[in-house]
């Protein structure tokens, strides 16, 4: 194993211990934010990925819910970052009803890219394979968040379901461009 290699397990090994303390004193009922960080500070990540979503740039929103379960690990964390991979599966899946495949692949463009060497090499791929990809891994990562935050805490998730399938039953045609209002990713 090289050098590098070697740093890079143990950069892994690291987060993983951090991570795995945090989650412990999370489970044990008590609010983690890192030494100087309030709890308002934490909800820049949930802001951030409110304009996300509404600008429909889900790469960012994600890793702004995964830069949250990161943070301010909980079951409300993760149970954020499930519903963002859900609304990534409602836009992807409204796209496909309406057959507007050049967006899906915008999507997966999205996706997959955000580095200026694309913009010479641009990844091409068939929309349509792109959507079933994309579903298939969107579907998989929000079942295991979703059992995560479940393992948390199971009767705030199953309140935090409840609110976000009355979202959707109000907005059926664009829930996925924000979270439901009283999750307050946006201030007031």
Known sequence: MT??????????SLRILLATGLLLLTIAGQ??????????EHRVH??????FLRAGDYRQALEACQAEVRDAPSARSYVYL???YHALDGYLQHLASTDQWVRVEHLY????TGRVEDLLDPPDVLARIAKELIQQAVQRQADITAAMAARLDEPLVNQLWQEQAA????RPGE???AAPPQWQWVRP
């Not at 050098?3 to 892994?12: E, L, Q, S």
């Not at 949930?46 to 304009?51: D, K, N, P, Q, S």
Request: charged share 20%; proline share 5%.
């Open 3 to 12: 050098a590098r290699n070697k740093a890079i397990v143990a950069r892994r």
């Open 31 to 40: 609010e983690i934010y890192p030494p100087g960080l309030s709890a308002a």
């Open 46 to 51: 949930l802001e951030r990925a409110a304009v």
């Open 82 to 84: 499930t519903y963002a």
């Open 109 to 112: 463009l999205n996706l997959s």
């Open 167 to 170: 979202w959707r039953q109000a």
């Open 175 to 177: 829930w996925w461009s």
